[in-house]
Nanobody
Framework: QVQLVESGGGLVQAGGSLRLSCAAS????????ATWYRQAPGKERELVAL???????NYADSVKGRFTISRDNAKNTVYLQMDSLKPEDTAVYSC???????????WGQGTQVTVSS
């Protein structure tokens, strides 16, 4: 059974930082594509950042230079370091993962990030 468990969300002032974690079990992240998404109220879900099995990363334009996605293979965990946070970063952040050779995506339950102005 695959489980993805996000943690690290919370309330932070604009300009602050948070680090989100996505701990996986039942799937090996080092051979997966792991992606952070976010969804704000009334808005569509958007891709924030991804890291593939080779360690290559990609970011939404809105977070480039402020967010960093990384992976700890030993802990089977993906992180999203979020710096210089803005109120518009407020959303529920969710991680997903799929084996690089498979189509099925697995999802975590999400974690709320709220940035106050």
């Amino acid at each position: 059974q695959v489980q993805l468990v996000e943690s690290g969300g919370g309330l932070v002032q604009a300009g602050g930082s948070l680090r989100l974690s996505c701990a996986a079990s039942g799937i090996t992240l080092s051979i997966s594509v792991a992606t952070w998404y976010r969804q704000a109220p009334g808005k569509e879900r958007e891709l924030v950042a991804l890291i593939n099995s080779g360690g290559n990363t990609n970011y939404a334009d809105s977070v480039k230079g402020r967010f960093t996605i990384s992976r700890d293979n030993a802990k089977n965990t993906v992180y999203l370091q979020m710096d210089s946070l803005k109120p518009e970063d407020t959303a529920v952040y969710s991680c997903s993962a799929r084996l690089y050779y498979a189509a099925r995506n697995y999802w975590g339950q999400g974690t709320q990030v709220t940035v106050s102005s």
